[in-house]
């Protein structure tokens, strides 16, 4: 057990440290004076030792499905839940057993992390928590998920951000060589910023005219491929840079350490490129994606089936809900314009 002093920009605060069998059990600061600092104190040994004789460790159980995530997720998903969970163990002061868990203690972290960051964040934490239960269920080491009836906070919907062709032949104008044929895979291919980011020599099938991309958004996290036919524009684009002598033997992209490129540096340079461009607001990798589906969407030739195959969409539904977000129907505006007229 210990107790520490710390300065802050508001003055002296406490931390407390429980230890169990010289593990820490429970952590907390943020205390104004002692005496408030001893009291939780005393309420967390009582607290582990109640748990002592009884209950699931949640910090173990949570333990347990993050090792199973890092063999079946991607390492910024890992990341995410560690992030979560942590927030909620820290909330609770520290390890706790869910036979203890309190309805009342789930509202409060979920109006508290709502309150500080948003009803998104909130929203997503929420999922999280869920998600580390629903697997314990499945692996029968609990019998209830404590989260499911927390409904979600109210979010503003999202609006998608579609650049148009002048924007992108604006920044492609400013962007390094690079860059620019980053930015074109983008945009002849509608891939992930991912996909382009892990994409390989080997492929990129010059003979058979055609590349492949793989992706894990899939139930379960597995790579599947999903093949799309180049157009000569993106052929020549991918052959010049095979002949460069530069270029990696493995990767398309690499970063300047030599290794895969990474998708927080494209987030980083894009903004960047959209501001000397003039491009207000600015528009995302991602959104280089919606630009391609739109103008297939808009070619009135392209089948949804079509659509489907070179977005590598499973699901026809999936693609059918992206094109209606994507949509903007301009029907009652041109009939609007043609009364004015007459």
């Known amino acids: ?172 104008a400013v962007a390094t060589p690079e860059q620019k044929d980053f930015l074109d895979i983008l945009r002849y291919t509608g891939a992930r910023l991912s996909e382009v980011c892990s994409l390989c020599w080997r492929d990129v099938d010059f003979q058979r005219n055609t590349i492949t991309f793989w992706t894990r958004k899939r139930r379960g996290g597995d790579l599947e491929p999903g093949t799309l036919a180049m157009p000569q524009v993106l052929r020549n684009v991918l052959a010049a840079r095979k002949a460069d002598p530069a270029a990696h033997q493995v990767f398309v992209f690499v970063g300047r350490d030599g290794r895969q490129f990474t998708k927080n540096s494209v987030r980083l340079w894009l903004p960047t490129l959209c501001k000397e461009a003039n491009v207000d607001p600015p528009f995302t990798a991602h959104s280089v994606r919606h630009y391609f589906a739109t103008l297939l969407k808009d070619s009135g030739v392209i089948t949804p089936f079509q659509i489907q195959a070179a977005l590598r969409h499973k699901n026809l539904s999936t693609t059918e809900k992206y094109l209606h977000e994507l949509s903007v129907d301009r029907g009652v505006a041109a009939l609007l314009d043609g009364k004015h007229d007459a």
């Open 1 to 172: 057990m210990a107790i520490t002093p710390y300065m802050t920009k508001s003055g002296k605060r406490y931390r407390v440290e429980v230890y169990r069998e010289g593990e820490r059990i429970a952590a907390k600061a943020g205390f104004t004076n002692q005496q408030d600092a001893k009291k939780w104190e005393a309420r967390a040994l009582v607290r582990a030792e109640k748990q002592g004789a009884i209950g699931t460790d949640f910090l173990r159980l949570a333990t347990a499905y993050l090792d199973d995530m890092k063999e079946r997720r991607q390492h910024n998903t890992v990341q995410y839940k560690i992030a979560a969970l942590r927030r909620f163990l820290s909330f609770m002061g520290g390890r706790f057993s869910l036979e203890l868990l309190r309805s009342s203690q789930i509202s409060a972290y979920l109006v508290a992390r709502k309150n500080a960051t948003g009803p998104k964040a909130a929203n997503r934490d929420l999922v999280e928590l869920r998600a580390v239960m629903n697997w314990a269920i499945r692996k029968r080491l609990y019998h209830d998920n404590p989260f499911l009836p927390f409904e979600k906070f109210p979010e503003k919907k999202f609006v998608r951000r579609v650049p148009t062709a002048e924007e992108i032949d604006a920044v492609l």
